[in-house]
Protein backbone atom coordinates (compact mmCIF):
# COMPACT_ATOMS: atom_id res chain seq x y z
CA UNK A 1 0.00 0.00 0.00
CA UNK A 2 2.37 2.51 -1.04
CA UNK A 3 1.69 6.10 -0.79
CA UNK A 4 -0.59 5.86 2.85
CA UNK A 5 0.11 7.17 5.62
CA UNK A 6 -1.65 6.04 8.79
CA UNK A 7 -1.60 7.58 12.50
CA UNK A 8 -3.53 5.51 14.29
CA UNK A 9 -4.15 4.69 18.20
CA UNK A 10 -5.02 1.32 19.43
CA UNK A 11 -5.79 0.26 22.67
CA UNK A 12 -6.67 -3.40 24.08
CA UNK A 13 -10.10 -5.06 23.52
CA UNK A 14 -12.08 -7.16 25.89
CA UNK A 15 -14.76 -8.90 24.94
CA UNK A 16 -17.13 -11.25 27.22
CA UNK A 17 -18.69 -14.00 26.23
CA UNK A 18 -19.85 -15.73 29.59
CA UNK A 19 -17.50 -18.85 29.68
CA UNK A 20 -14.73 -20.10 27.44
CA UNK A 21 -17.25 -21.95 25.55
CA UNK A 22 -20.41 -20.05 25.80
CA UNK A 23 -20.84 -17.49 22.87
CA UNK A 24 -23.12 -14.65 24.24
CA UNK A 25 -23.72 -11.80 25.94
CA UNK A 26 -20.58 -10.03 23.67
CA UNK A 27 -19.57 -6.43 24.97
CA UNK A 28 -17.93 -5.54 22.69
CA UNK A 29 -20.14 -2.44 21.24
CA UNK A 30 -20.10 -0.97 25.01
CA UNK A 31 -16.21 -1.43 25.25
CA UNK A 32 -15.72 0.61 22.23
CA UNK A 33 -18.17 3.00 23.19
CA UNK A 34 -15.92 3.82 26.79
CA UNK A 35 -12.74 3.28 24.42
CA UNK A 36 -13.65 6.27 22.31
CA UNK A 37 -15.71 7.93 24.67
CA UNK A 38 -12.92 10.14 25.96
CA UNK A 39 -11.06 11.20 22.47
CA UNK A 40 -14.71 12.33 20.73
CA UNK A 41 -14.72 15.40 23.78
CA UNK A 42 -11.44 16.52 22.61
CA UNK A 43 -11.52 20.37 20.75
CA UNK A 44 -10.57 20.29 16.81
CA UNK A 45 -7.95 22.32 18.72
CA UNK A 46 -6.44 19.66 20.47
CA UNK A 47 -6.84 17.65 18.06
CA UNK A 48 -5.33 19.95 15.45
CA UNK A 49 -2.39 20.64 18.13
CA UNK A 50 -1.57 16.90 18.35
CA UNK A 51 -1.92 16.52 14.12
CA UNK A 52 0.74 19.41 13.80
CA UNK A 53 2.91 17.83 15.83
CA UNK A 54 2.93 14.68 14.51
CA UNK A 55 3.10 16.09 11.08
CA UNK A 56 5.85 18.29 12.14
CA UNK A 57 7.99 15.15 13.55
CA UNK A 58 7.72 13.29 10.08
CA UNK A 59 8.25 16.37 7.11
CA UNK A 60 11.01 18.06 9.74
CA UNK A 61 9.11 21.17 9.99
CA UNK A 62 10.59 23.40 12.79
CA UNK A 63 7.68 23.49 15.52
CA UNK A 64 9.58 25.92 17.80
CA UNK A 65 11.11 28.10 15.48
CA UNK A 66 8.90 28.67 12.78
CA UNK A 67 8.99 31.93 10.93
CA UNK A 68 6.84 34.89 11.97
CA UNK A 69 5.63 34.81 8.32
CA UNK A 70 4.55 31.46 8.88
CA UNK A 71 2.57 31.02 11.74
CA UNK A 72 1.06 28.04 13.01
CA UNK A 73 -2.25 28.10 11.10
CA UNK A 74 -0.67 28.45 7.71
CA UNK A 75 2.03 25.41 8.18
CA UNK A 76 -1.58 23.18 9.46
CA UNK A 77 -3.33 24.12 6.27
CA UNK A 78 -0.18 23.39 4.05
CA UNK A 79 0.21 19.59 6.21
CA UNK A 80 -3.16 19.40 6.02
CA UNK A 81 -2.73 19.54 2.40
CA UNK A 82 -0.18 17.12 2.22
CA UNK A 83 -1.78 14.80 4.39
CA UNK A 84 -4.62 14.86 2.18
CA UNK A 85 -2.70 14.39 -1.02
CA UNK A 86 -1.10 11.16 0.38
CA UNK A 87 -4.74 10.32 1.68
CA UNK A 88 -5.99 10.35 -2.06
CA UNK A 89 -2.94 8.84 -3.59
CA UNK A 90 -3.28 5.80 -0.81
CA UNK A 91 -7.06 4.80 -1.92
CA UNK A 92 -6.30 5.37 -5.58
CA UNK A 93 -3.39 2.58 -5.04
CA UNK A 94 -5.72 0.38 -2.05
CA UNK A 95 -4.66 -3.31 -3.09
CA UNK A 96 -7.94 -4.66 -2.37
CA UNK A 97 -11.71 -4.01 -1.96
CA UNK A 98 -14.38 -5.89 -0.42
CA UNK A 99 -18.00 -6.41 -1.91
CA UNK A 100 -20.64 -8.35 -0.57
CA UNK A 101 -22.38 -10.41 -3.03
CA UNK A 102 -25.07 -12.64 -1.33
CA UNK A 103 -25.54 -13.21 2.44
CA UNK A 104 -27.87 -15.98 4.21
CA UNK A 105 -29.68 -15.37 7.49
CA UNK A 106 -31.58 -18.30 9.31
CA UNK A 107 -28.75 -20.52 10.20
CA UNK A 108 -28.02 -21.92 13.67
CA UNK A 109 -24.46 -20.89 14.91
CA UNK A 110 -22.55 -21.88 11.28
CA UNK A 111 -19.13 -22.57 12.18
CA UNK A 112 -17.61 -24.24 9.38
CA UNK A 113 -18.61 -23.82 5.40
CA UNK A 114 -17.10 -25.94 2.06
CA UNK A 115 -18.07 -25.81 -1.13
CA UNK A 116 -18.15 -29.21 -3.22
CA UNK A 117 -16.68 -28.62 -6.90
CA UNK A 118 -18.20 -31.81 -8.03
CA UNK A 119 -22.13 -31.07 -7.07
CA UNK A 120 -21.91 -27.27 -7.32
CA UNK A 121 -22.85 -26.81 -3.51
CA UNK A 122 -21.91 -25.21 -0.11
CA UNK A 123 -21.80 -27.10 2.77
CA UNK A 124 -22.47 -25.57 6.38
CA UNK A 125 -22.13 -26.92 9.61
CA UNK A 126 -24.71 -25.54 11.93
CA UNK A 127 -23.66 -25.90 15.97
CA UNK A 128 -27.32 -24.79 17.39
CA UNK A 129 -26.86 -25.68 20.56
CA UNK A 130 -23.70 -25.02 23.22
CA UNK A 131 -20.01 -24.94 21.41
CA UNK A 132 -19.35 -27.90 23.56
CA UNK A 133 -22.70 -29.42 24.22
CA UNK A 134 -23.42 -33.11 23.81
CA UNK A 135 -27.04 -32.79 23.02
CA UNK A 136 -27.22 -33.93 19.62
CA UNK A 137 -28.74 -30.82 18.22
CA UNK A 138 -26.34 -30.08 15.75
CA UNK A 139 -26.58 -30.52 11.61
CA UNK A 140 -25.50 -29.39 8.23
CA UNK A 141 -26.76 -27.65 5.52
CA UNK A 142 -27.00 -26.79 1.94
CA UNK A 143 -26.73 -24.04 0.25
CA UNK A 144 -26.51 -23.36 -3.45
CA UNK A 145 -23.60 -21.25 -5.20
CA UNK A 146 -25.74 -17.97 -5.36
CA UNK A 147 -26.64 -17.99 -1.53
CA UNK A 148 -30.09 -20.20 -1.38
CA UNK A 149 -30.89 -22.28 1.64
CA UNK A 150 -31.70 -25.92 -0.65
CA UNK A 151 -31.66 -28.22 2.66
CA UNK A 152 -31.87 -27.00 6.08
CA UNK A 153 -30.98 -29.97 8.05
CA UNK A 154 -29.62 -32.12 5.49
CA UNK A 155 -27.57 -34.56 7.71
CA UNK A 156 -28.74 -34.56 11.70
CA UNK A 157 -27.16 -36.42 14.20
CA UNK A 158 -24.47 -34.33 15.44
CA UNK A 159 -23.78 -32.59 18.63
CA UNK A 160 -21.95 -29.10 17.55
CA UNK A 161 -20.52 -29.79 14.45
CA UNK A 162 -17.79 -27.77 13.21
CA UNK A 163 -15.16 -28.12 10.96
CA UNK A 164 -15.12 -30.09 7.42
CA UNK A 165 -13.03 -31.30 4.85
CA UNK A 166 -13.96 -33.43 1.80
CA UNK A 167 -11.69 -36.76 -0.01
CA UNK A 168 -13.80 -38.22 -2.44
CA UNK A 169 -17.12 -38.47 -1.59
CA UNK A 170 -16.93 -38.35 2.22
CA UNK A 171 -17.35 -35.56 4.25
CA UNK A 172 -15.57 -35.36 7.29
CA UNK A 173 -16.80 -33.15 10.52
CA UNK A 174 -15.17 -32.55 14.18
CA UNK A 175 -18.14 -32.69 16.68
CA UNK A 176 -16.89 -32.05 20.21
CA UNK A 177 -15.06 -35.42 20.86
CA UNK A 178 -15.28 -37.15 17.75
CA UNK A 179 -14.83 -37.30 13.96
CA UNK A 180 -17.81 -38.08 11.71
CA UNK A 181 -18.05 -38.89 8.40
CA UNK A 182 -21.26 -38.50 5.62
CA UNK A 183 -21.38 -40.11 2.50
CA UNK A 184 -22.64 -37.11 0.67
CA UNK A 185 -24.05 -38.76 -2.19
CA UNK A 186 -26.77 -40.74 0.48
CA UNK A 187 -26.48 -37.55 2.91
CA UNK A 188 -25.88 -40.86 5.97
CA UNK A 189 -23.32 -40.95 8.35
CA UNK A 190 -20.99 -43.51 7.42
CA UNK A 191 -18.33 -43.59 10.13
CA UNK A 192 -17.64 -42.29 13.62
CA UNK A 193 -13.96 -41.98 15.53
CA UNK A 194 -14.25 -41.36 19.02
CA UNK A 195 -10.98 -39.39 20.53
CA UNK A 196 -9.46 -40.35 23.29
CA UNK A 197 -9.04 -37.16 26.01
CA UNK A 198 -10.91 -35.31 23.23
CA UNK A 199 -12.38 -31.75 24.71
CA UNK A 200 -12.88 -29.36 21.65
CA UNK A 201 -12.24 -30.68 18.32
CA UNK A 202 -12.25 -28.01 15.72
CA UNK A 203 -10.52 -28.08 12.08
CA UNK A 204 -9.92 -30.97 9.89
CA UNK A 205 -7.46 -31.34 6.72
CA UNK A 206 -6.45 -33.80 4.62
CA UNK A 207 -2.92 -35.07 3.39
CA UNK A 208 -1.91 -36.49 0.01
CA UNK A 209 -1.52 -39.94 2.19
CA UNK A 210 -5.30 -39.72 2.65
CA UNK A 211 -4.28 -39.02 6.68
CA UNK A 212 -7.73 -36.76 8.04
CA UNK A 213 -5.83 -34.27 10.95
CA UNK A 214 -8.07 -32.41 13.55
CA UNK A 215 -7.13 -30.04 15.82
CA UNK A 216 -8.54 -30.23 19.53
CA UNK A 217 -8.29 -26.20 20.23
CA UNK A 218 -8.96 -26.74 24.36
CA UNK A 219 -6.43 -29.24 24.34
CA UNK A 220 -3.44 -28.21 22.47
CA UNK A 221 -4.03 -31.69 20.51
CA UNK A 222 -3.84 -32.83 16.92
CA UNK A 223 -5.09 -35.91 16.24
CA UNK A 224 -5.12 -38.28 12.66
CA UNK A 225 -7.00 -40.88 11.62
CA UNK A 226 -5.09 -43.39 10.09
CA UNK A 227 -5.73 -47.00 9.12
CA UNK A 228 -8.96 -46.55 10.47
CA UNK A 229 -7.53 -45.44 13.94
CA UNK A 230 -7.71 -42.09 15.34
CA UNK A 231 -4.62 -40.76 17.96
CA UNK A 232 -3.08 -38.16 19.59
CA UNK A 233 -0.42 -37.54 16.59
CA UNK A 234 0.88 -33.90 18.39
CA UNK A 235 0.64 -32.24 21.88
CA UNK A 236 2.66 -29.09 22.61
CA UNK A 237 2.01 -25.38 23.58
CA UNK A 238 3.89 -24.14 20.85
CA UNK A 239 0.29 -25.05 18.68
CA UNK A 240 -1.22 -22.01 20.17
CA UNK A 241 -4.61 -23.95 20.96
CA UNK A 242 -4.77 -24.82 17.51
CA UNK A 243 -8.09 -24.02 15.58
CA UNK A 244 -8.04 -23.96 11.21
CA UNK A 245 -5.68 -26.76 9.35
CA UNK A 246 -4.24 -26.53 6.17
CA UNK A 247 -1.76 -28.86 4.48
CA UNK A 248 0.65 -27.35 1.78
CA UNK A 249 3.80 -28.36 0.59
CA UNK A 250 4.62 -31.34 3.18
CA UNK A 251 3.65 -29.25 6.21
CA UNK A 252 0.58 -28.94 8.59
CA UNK A 253 -0.13 -25.03 8.72
CA UNK A 254 -2.08 -24.11 11.87
CA UNK A 255 -4.28 -21.07 12.60
CA UNK A 256 -3.34 -20.61 16.64
CA UNK A 257 -5.72 -18.97 18.57
CA UNK A 258 -3.20 -17.69 21.22
CA UNK A 259 -1.67 -18.91 24.75
CA UNK A 260 -3.52 -19.32 27.81
CA UNK A 261 -7.45 -19.18 26.72
CA UNK A 262 -9.07 -16.99 29.60
CA UNK A 263 -12.87 -17.48 30.84
CA UNK A 264 -14.39 -14.72 28.09
CA UNK A 265 -12.92 -17.06 25.19
CA UNK A 266 -10.22 -14.34 24.89
CA UNK A 267 -6.22 -15.20 24.82
CA UNK A 268 -3.16 -13.49 26.96
CA UNK A 269 -1.10 -13.49 23.87
CA UNK A 270 -2.94 -13.57 20.01
CA UNK A 271 -1.97 -16.60 17.45
CA UNK A 272 -0.40 -16.87 14.67
CA UNK A 273 0.16 -19.19 11.82
CA UNK A 274 2.90 -21.97 12.72
CA UNK A 275 3.99 -25.00 10.47
CA UNK A 276 4.56 -28.38 11.67
CA UNK A 277 6.89 -30.49 9.14
CA UNK A 278 4.47 -33.75 8.52
CA UNK A 279 7.68 -36.04 8.55
CA UNK A 280 9.15 -34.56 11.72
CA UNK A 281 6.79 -33.14 13.18
CA UNK A 282 8.81 -29.99 13.77
CA UNK A 283 6.52 -26.71 14.68
CA UNK A 284 7.67 -23.31 13.33
CA UNK A 285 6.22 -19.89 12.74
CA UNK A 286 5.21 -18.19 9.69
CA UNK A 287 6.99 -14.96 9.58
CA UNK A 288 8.43 -13.77 12.87
CA UNK A 289 5.82 -14.94 15.20
CA UNK A 290 4.34 -11.78 16.17
CA UNK A 291 0.78 -12.11 17.97
CA UNK A 292 -1.80 -11.67 14.95
CA UNK A 293 -5.41 -12.58 16.39
CA UNK A 294 -7.30 -15.33 17.84
CA UNK A 295 -7.15 -17.21 14.67
CA UNK A 296 -9.73 -19.21 13.08
CA UNK A 297 -10.48 -20.09 9.19
CA UNK A 298 -7.64 -20.56 7.22
CA UNK A 299 -7.60 -20.86 3.41
CA UNK A 300 -4.99 -20.03 1.13
CA UNK A 301 -5.74 -16.99 -1.70
CA UNK A 302 -4.18 -18.39 -4.83
CA UNK A 303 -1.37 -16.49 -4.22
CA UNK A 304 0.76 -17.36 -2.51
CA UNK A 305 -0.55 -16.02 0.76
CA UNK A 306 -3.61 -17.10 2.84
CA UNK A 307 -6.75 -15.53 3.86
CA UNK A 308 -7.59 -15.92 7.88
CA UNK A 309 -10.39 -15.21 10.20
CA UNK A 310 -10.37 -13.72 13.43
CA UNK A 311 -13.19 -14.90 15.85
CA UNK A 312 -13.17 -12.59 18.57
CA UNK A 313 -12.01 -9.32 17.25
CA UNK A 314 -14.09 -10.26 13.97
CA UNK A 315 -11.87 -9.54 10.73
CA UNK A 316 -10.77 -10.63 8.13
CA UNK A 317 -6.87 -10.79 7.38
CA UNK A 318 -4.42 -11.65 4.21
CA UNK A 319 -1.17 -13.34 5.86
CA UNK A 320 2.00 -13.46 3.42
CA UNK A 321 4.71 -16.32 3.58
CA UNK A 322 6.76 -13.40 5.41
CA UNK A 323 4.50 -13.29 8.06
CA UNK A 324 3.02 -9.67 7.14
CA UNK A 325 -0.85 -9.44 7.71
CA UNK A 326 -3.30 -6.97 5.99
CA UNK A 327 -6.34 -6.47 7.57
CA UNK A 328 -9.35 -6.92 4.45
CA UNK A 329 -12.38 -6.41 6.36
CA UNK A 330 -13.83 -5.05 9.73
CA UNK A 331 -16.18 -8.11 10.85
CA UNK A 332 -18.62 -8.54 13.77
CA UNK A 333 -17.59 -10.89 16.38
CA UNK A 334 -17.55 -14.61 15.49
CA UNK A 335 -16.25 -14.79 11.70
CA UNK A 336 -15.33 -18.18 11.48
CA UNK A 337 -14.06 -21.16 9.27
CA UNK A 338 -14.11 -19.80 5.65
CA UNK A 339 -14.17 -21.29 2.30
CA UNK A 340 -12.51 -19.17 -0.64
CA UNK A 341 -13.36 -19.89 -4.37
CA UNK A 342 -10.20 -18.42 -6.10
CA UNK A 343 -11.60 -17.98 -9.14
CA UNK A 344 -14.54 -15.91 -8.19
CA UNK A 345 -12.08 -14.02 -5.85
CA UNK A 346 -15.45 -14.95 -3.34
CA UNK A 347 -15.05 -15.48 0.32
CA UNK A 348 -17.82 -17.11 1.90
CA UNK A 349 -17.60 -16.35 6.08
CA UNK A 350 -19.66 -17.67 8.82
CA UNK A 351 -20.85 -15.58 11.03
CA UNK A 352 -22.07 -17.88 14.00
CA UNK A 353 -23.02 -15.15 16.42
CA UNK A 354 -24.64 -13.55 13.79
CA UNK A 355 -26.49 -16.52 12.44
CA UNK A 356 -25.44 -15.56 8.81
CA UNK A 357 -23.72 -16.97 5.74
CA UNK A 358 -21.61 -13.76 4.15
CA UNK A 359 -20.49 -14.06 0.87
CA UNK A 360 -17.73 -11.05 -0.24
CA UNK A 361 -16.00 -10.23 -3.36
CA UNK A 362 -12.29 -9.64 -2.74
CA UNK A 363 -10.42 -7.09 -5.65
CA UNK A 364 -7.21 -5.79 -6.19
CA UNK A 365 -3.82 -6.65 -6.14
CA UNK A 366 -2.48 -8.96 -3.34
Partial sequence: MCGVLFIRITAPRTVDVGTAIHLGNCKVGEAKQKLLGKRTC?????????????????????????????????????????????????????????EEVWS??????????????????FYVSNIVGEPAGKDGVGYLSKVSPDGKLQTAEWVTGFNAPKGLV???????????????AVNVESGQITGTWPAEGAQFLNDPAVDEAGRVFASDMLANRIYVLDNDALTVWLESEDLLHPNGLRVEDGRLLVA???????????SKTPGHLIAIDLNTKAISDIGSGEPVGNLDGLEPDGTGNWLVTDWVAG????????????????????????????????????????????ATRLDGAT
Fill in 256 to 266: GWGRDIQPDFS
Fill in 315 to 358: ALFRIHPDGKVEQLMDLNQGSADLEFLEEKKLAIIPMMMDGKLV
Fill in 166 to 180: MQGDTLFVTDIDRLM
Fill in 42 to 98: QSNRSVNRKLFKIACAIFGCALHNRSKKQPREAIMIRIQSVLFSILLLGVAGSPATA
Fill in 104 to 121: LDGLKAPESVLFDTKRNV
